[in-house]
């Protein structure tokens, strides 16, 4: 008989309310649900293939270790697992010390409860200073300017896309990834009903993306050049007299006459060429986002992994800023989540701000990010001998390998460790190189909540999904691996009894924490979230939710399947602050240094002509791992490269035909696609793809294997303040092969 699950979607950052069609046992149809009070019945392809990814005979349903001598697999229990851990990895860190170990979060993570609440506990148990994840390929550098400018990692404003008037997106391209640091389900529909009110969307991208096609204004920008944009737009807003904090930001907004000092190069005219885009243009721009009743700027990765990422990311905010918009709907504002976290609370904005660089990378010196070092660092770290070598590395949820930059470099540095472990649904081209991968529960085999992503919304809302099925016979929760790890590398034992241990550690610890917050003893608050049984990651969802600042728990989300909504986003300033002066730092120092040291000067570039290479995404990918999927994957090869038609004629390149594609670092052969939709002088390939590797267990995969991009780029090239990779407007011959 068939029976509906309400769920939420953990494939990407929109959260959209899925109807899961079950007969006990297998998925029989997934669609929108039309009573999610968020997404409304929205869906996108993914969303629909969550029904192959669960049935993927690929996925492993087993521990398995791998025989080195011969590279073969043999499927092995958990306590065969744990215990093969135990037994050569911690003789190995006894040896050489923690930092020989080297941890790698993926961004699947970012969608899951279990790895939200235990990651940081393994982290913790590891005890290593090589602490990685998928962020420093991705939104570390707007994690470093709201650090600087609001007091923390997760102080990151809002696009207020339901009630604004003018929305001026650059790097993003919704159409396809359905938003990002920007939960927003229905982007699209949320994009039409902006402009059918009247209101206008511009976007700055160097490809004519479809949400450019579906905008009212398509912006050509040349890669890497949107630090120039913005700080002439901001440059105009001066000179012309634009610029409007408004009463509600007068009082809490330092260092706008350092911003209008660091600005005074970047006229229109000083711009112009280097970003492509007219004078006219730059100063309509501005003109318009200062004349909107409301407007909200809004950068996504395009603005992050390039060579002025930080810059870029910063200037977002400024602009939001200097017109007023942060802040007050319509403009960008803040979240409060109702599982709370580091910025709810009243504090009157002030807090301990952020330090960067409080460590620095073996070999070459890089900073430290909010605890991580920068993915550019791993392949050196591995390969350089002397103290303080990575030679294990953990991978939890990460395809390192496909997803980060001088990929054949890191397949290689991996083939050298000693010893690798991997939580991981799939056999593929970076857990190939494990000794023992631990595979996760299928989705819908666990329970649901969106602790970062709820965050990140565009409204106030709060969704549980409990799991639909029971885990299969011999698997064991992602929730019980992370908490077995941690007591492993704690050195407390592998059993099955480390489970509890390290979960009872967790709980004990944030309920001495939390409890005051509500009035209750610790006692009283760990009997309360306790009843029932309730244990692992719905007990401290239970806990955070009771101390967040709705007071809600987790019965009250098991009454509401299709969510609880809390509201638009309000105003909260200043109490959402934690910046040191309790103010919004508009100039902070690293930032106006960077300005000062790097991009005033870039201005004197020469354009050489020559070729860029951006990415691009398709609403059918997942970054590397949903190519497993046929529903996903069918239809004519994706992985192309995109190449404007007079450039193409110039090169000599033929639709269809391959081209060879160098960069400093690597060169691929991929087939050429001649489309205007981009801009002349630069090329795209889509990254997530190569999937040829041998001893990959992807049949799906493997046929439609494409070339990885990140051959392509270099792990020499990373935005300073923040070290995320460039990877973004790298430069590139090409040519027909
Ligand atoms: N050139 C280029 N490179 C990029 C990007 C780009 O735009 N251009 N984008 C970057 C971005 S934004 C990101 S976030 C990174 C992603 O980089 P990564 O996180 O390193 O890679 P993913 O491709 O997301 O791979 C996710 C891994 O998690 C596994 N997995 C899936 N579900 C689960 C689960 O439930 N549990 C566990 N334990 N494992 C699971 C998959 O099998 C896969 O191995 O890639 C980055 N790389
Ligand atoms: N279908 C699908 N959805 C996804 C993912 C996926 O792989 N597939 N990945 C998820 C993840 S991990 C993330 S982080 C998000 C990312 O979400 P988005 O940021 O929306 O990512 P993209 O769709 O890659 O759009 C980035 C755009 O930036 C443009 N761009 C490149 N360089 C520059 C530049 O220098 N300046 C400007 N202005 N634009 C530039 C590219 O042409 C591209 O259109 O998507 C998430 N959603
Ligand atoms: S848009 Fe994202 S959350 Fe919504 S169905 Fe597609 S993959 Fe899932
Ligand atoms: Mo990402």
Avoid at 45 to 67: F, Q, T, V
Avoid at 367 to 389: K, S
Avoid at 518 to 524: K, L, N, Q, S, V
Avoid at 652 to 666: C, D, I, P, Q, Y
Wanted: aromatic residues 4%; proline residues 6%.
């Amino acid at each position: 008989m068939t029976q509906i699950a309400f769920r939420t979607c953990p494939l990407c950052e929109a959260t959209c309310g899925l109807e899961i069609h079950h007969d006990g046992e297998r998925v029989t149809l997934v669609r929108g649900d039309r009573d999610d009070v968020f997404s409304h019945g929205f869906i996108c392809p993914k969303g629909s293939a969550l029904k192959d990814l669960e049935h993927d005979p690929d996925r492993l349903r087993s521990p398995r270790i791998r025989d080195r001598a011969t590279d073969t697999w043999r499927d092995v229990t958990w306590d065969e697992a744990f215990a093969h851990i135990d037994a050569h990895l911690m003789p190995l860190l006894a040896t050489h010390g923690r930092d020989a170990l080297a941890v790698y979060m993926g961004n699947p993570s970012a969608h899951n409860l279990a790895a939200l609440i235990y990651n940081r506990v393994v982290n913790q148990a590891a005890g290593t200073h090589n602490v990685y994840s998928a962020s420093t390929v991705d939104q570390m550098p707007k994690q470093v300017s709201a650090g600087l400018m609001f007091g923390t990692a997760l102080s990151i404003p809002i696009a207020d896309i339901d009630r604004t008037d003018y929305l001026l997106m650059l790097g993003a391209n919704p159409y396809a990834s359905n938003g990002s640091l920007m939960t927003c389900p229905d982007f699209p529909g949320r994009l039409q009903a902006l402009r059918a009110r009247g209101g206008k969307v511009v976007v700055v991208d160097p490809r004519r993306t479809k949400t450019a096609d579906e905008s009212d204004e398509w912006v050509a920008i040349v890669p890497g050049t949107d630090a120039h944009l913005l700080l002439a737009m901001a440059n105009v807003l001066f000179a012309d007299g634009l610029v409007a904090l408004g009463d509600h930001l007068e009082p809490v907004v330092d260092g706008v006459d350092d911003v209008r000092a660091l600005v005074a190069a970047f006229t229109p005219e000083a711009v112009a060429s280097i970003t492509g885009i007219e004078v006219a243009t730059i100063r309509r721009l501005a003109h318009e986002l200062a004349a909107a009743p409301t407007a909200a700027v809004y950068g996504r990765i395009g603005t992050c992994t390039q060579e002025f990422g930080t810059v870029a990311s910063w200037a977002v905010d400024v602009l939001n800023v200097l017109t007023g918009n942060l802040d007050r709907p319509g403009g960008a504002l803040f979240n409060l989540p109702a599982s709370g976290g580091a910025n709810v609370g009243q504090t009157g904005g002030v807090g301990r701000g952020v330090r960067f660089g409080r460590r620095e990378s073996r070999v070459r010196g890089l900073g430290e990010v909010f605890g991580e070092i920068p993915v550019v660092c791993l392949a050196e770290e591995i390969e350089t001998p002397g103290d303080g070598q990575i030679r294990a590395m953990l991978t939890v949820a990460g395809n390192p390998v496909v997803s980060n930059p001088d990929s054949l470099r890191l397949d290689a540095a991996f083939d050298t460790l000693d010893f690798m472990v991997s939580v991981d649904i799939y056999l593929n081209e970076t857990t190939r190189h494990a000794d023992v991968i631990l595979p996760a529960e299928p989705v819908l085999a666990r329970g649901h909540y969106d602790l970062a992503l709820r965050s990140l919304a565009v409204r106030n809302v709060a969704t549980y999904s409990p799991p639909v099925f029971d885990v299969e016979p011999g698997m064991q929760r992602e929730w019980e691996t992370l908490c077995r790890l941690a007591g492993v590398l704690q050195g407390l034992g592998s059993g099955v009894d480390m489970i509890e241990t390290v979960d009872e550690f967790v709980v004990r610890g944030l309920v001495e924490k939390s409890a005051p917050r509500i009035g209750m003893t610790a006692d009283e608050l760990y009997a309360t979230i306790s009843a029932g049984g309730r244990r692992g990651p719905e007990r401290i969802l239970d806990l955070m939710l009771r101390t967040g600042p709705y007071g809600l728990s987790l019965d009250d989300l098991l009454a509401n399947p299709h969510g609880i909504d809390l509201g638009p986003l309000e105003p909260r300033l200043p109490d959402v602050l934690r910046t040191p002066s309790g103010r919004v730092e508009l100039a902070p120092e690293i930032i106006a240094a960077d300005v000062r040291d790097r991009l005033v000067p870039s201005l004197s570039r020469e354009r050489n002509g020559g070729f860029v290479l951006v990415g691009r995404r398709d609403l059918r990918s997942n970054n590397s791992w949903m190519h497993n999927v046929r529903v996903l994957v069918k239809g004519k090869p994706r992985c192309t490269l995109h190449v404007h038609p007079s450039d193409a004629e110039r090169l000599g390149l033929e639709n269809g035909k391959l081209a060879r594609v160098a960069s400093k670092t690597g060169e691929v052969e991929i087939a050429v696609e001649i489309t205007d939709a981009i801009r002349t002088g630069v090329v795209s390939i889509p990254h997530g793809w190569g999937h040829g590797a041998d001893g990959m267990q992807m049949a799906i995969a493997r046929e439609n294997a494409g070339v990885n991009s990140n051959i392509l780029a270099s792990t020499d090239d990373y935005d300073p303040l923040s070290g995320n990779a460039i990877l973004s407007g790298i430069p590139v011959e090409v040519a027909p092969a």
